[in-house]
């Protein structure tokens, strides 16, 4: 029979006729006398066998205590100390060997500017125009000289304070930005000395006489520790035997040659192409009045390149391996004799510098940091580029690892050997278990 309730019984009850439903009679409470018997009994059996009950008690601590010795009862209750772990299995950490330094060979920067940015400045410039001095204005002994905040000039006819004010902004400019290049240079002037020194020639005759190369506008001179310059590279002319300035006059040479004046300290430590390109990078950077942009370094890289390749398309870079290995020798003898070697040579070790800058890893200049730190400390340079440079990279795979970066920038280059010397790893120390051959 189905216990399912008549179709009716689930209507919805009309307002007019009550519905009664018949649930049949309330369930029987159960006794309560059963529950008092149940409880009586079980108090009655414990008491008993309450003995029984009291040894297998006893039995079941003195196995629990013989299992575990060390436990102890507190408060009643058996409380086990947990076991002592066996330590851990400490590998020895591999080490690397610490990098060699010469104690002889540390730079020691006194930089007289504002300390490194973390990241590259979008752009740099010096307030106004710089305040100069007149130290000296002597036509009989042909002694001029002039003071800024950073630099002495030393002329060897009268310029004046005006002109010194305008020429000077380049200097001043130059200065800052290699300060605040997040390289760490630490521009100082060279020993014994308060002020970087530039001596200004009033003819090209005395300007070469001194050591100035032909042709060109300008020279940082280590021998003299200064920079040298014709005056007509400044910009100046003598017109009606007054100084007036020529703004026309371009400044990347000046530049180029004031940067290798702010890494004097660097200049014996750094291989050519490093010492040159990171001179022409500040030089190509876009420069007006005193202030520098160095936040489209990219476009002025492409720009940069037609001037010193105007002769292909894509550009041209020298073989890695032999960039990095060329001697001062080699590379001053193409400045000197071909014109077309020393452009190669230029924008090759300017496009090394800015890969190195901007494109290797996460392209934050990391690796160059690390380079230049630890030369700082008296590391070798050729140990300092393996560890910080290469990065357990060969050098041909450093090679195509700077292709592929400009190629990801849409600048294909073509890579130029001419047979020179090639960039050797330093040489690794031989074991003592291992006999030499």
Not at 11 to 38: C, M, N, T
Not at 329 to 345: D, F, G, L, R, Y
Request: hydrophobic share 40%.
């Amino acid at each position: 029979m189905s216990s399912e309730l008549p179709r009716s019984a689930y209507r919805r009850p009309s307002s007019s006729v009550p519905q009664v439903i018949d649930l049949g009679p309330p369930p029987q409470k159960p006794k309560r006398w059963g529950r008092w018997l149940v409880l009586v009994t079980g108090f009655a059996l414990t008491w008993l066998y309450r003995d029984e009950i009291r040894s297998v008690g006893t039995g079941i601590q003195t196995s629990f205590r013989q299992a575990f010795p060390s436990s102890e009862t507190q408060a009643g209750l058996a409380v086990t100390k947990p076991r002592a772990l066996p330590p851990p299995v400490v590998k020895p950490v591999e080490t690397e060997a610490p990098m060699p330094v010469d104690e002889s060979q540390k730079l020691v920067l006194k930089s007289i500017g504002p300390p490194a940015k973390s990241t590259m400045p979008p752009s740099v410039a010096i307030m106004g125009t710089p305040e100069v001095t007149v130290v000296v204005e002597d036509p009989a002994a042909k002694k001029f000289i002039y003071r800024t905040p950073h630099y002495e000039f030393q002329s060897d006819v009268l310029v004046g304070a005006d002109a010194v004010r305008t020429f000077s902004r380049i200097f001043e400019a130059t200065f800052l930005v290699n300060c605040l290049l997040p390289f760490d240079y630490r521009p100082s002037p060279e020993e014994g000395r308060e002020r970087f020194v530039a001596r200004l020639f009033s003819s090209d005759f005395n300007y070469f006489a001194e050591g100035g190369m032909p042709g060109s506008a300008g020279a940082y001179s280590r021998t003299h520790a200064a920079l040298l310059a014709p005056i007509s590279s400044l910009g100046i002319k003598m017109v009606n035997d007054r100084m007036q300035v020529d703004r026309s006059e371009s400044t990347e040479v000046l530049v180029h040659e004031i940067t290798h004046q702010m890494m004097n300290p660097w200049l014996e430590h750094l291989p050519m192409w490093f010492s040159e390109g990171a001179a022409d990078y500040v030089a190509m950077a876009d420069y007006v009045h005193g202030k520098f942009v160095l936040n489209q370094m990219e476009n002025r890289l492409r720009l940069y390149l037609k001037r010193r390749q105007p002769w292909g398309n894509p550009p041209d870079i020298r073989s890695i391996p032999e960039l990095m290995g060329m001697s001062p020798q080699t590379w001053n003898e193409a400045v000197s004799s071909i014109p077309k070697v020393a452009n190669m040579n230029y924008s090759s070790a300017t496009m090394l510098v800015y890969y190195f800058y901007h494109l290797d890893g996460r392209g934050d200049g990391a690796g160059v940091k690390a380079y230049l730190r630890a030369i700082e400390a008296g590391a070798p340079e050729v140990v300092a580029a393996e560890k910080h440079l290469l990065r357990e990279r060969t050098i041909e795979v450093l090679e195509a690892d700077v292709l592929n970066a400009f190629l990801k920038i849409s600048l294909p280059l073509g890579v130029i050997q001419r047979g020179g010397l090639r960039w050797r790893p330093s040489p690794k120390p031989v074991s003592a278990a291992t006999p030499s051959r």
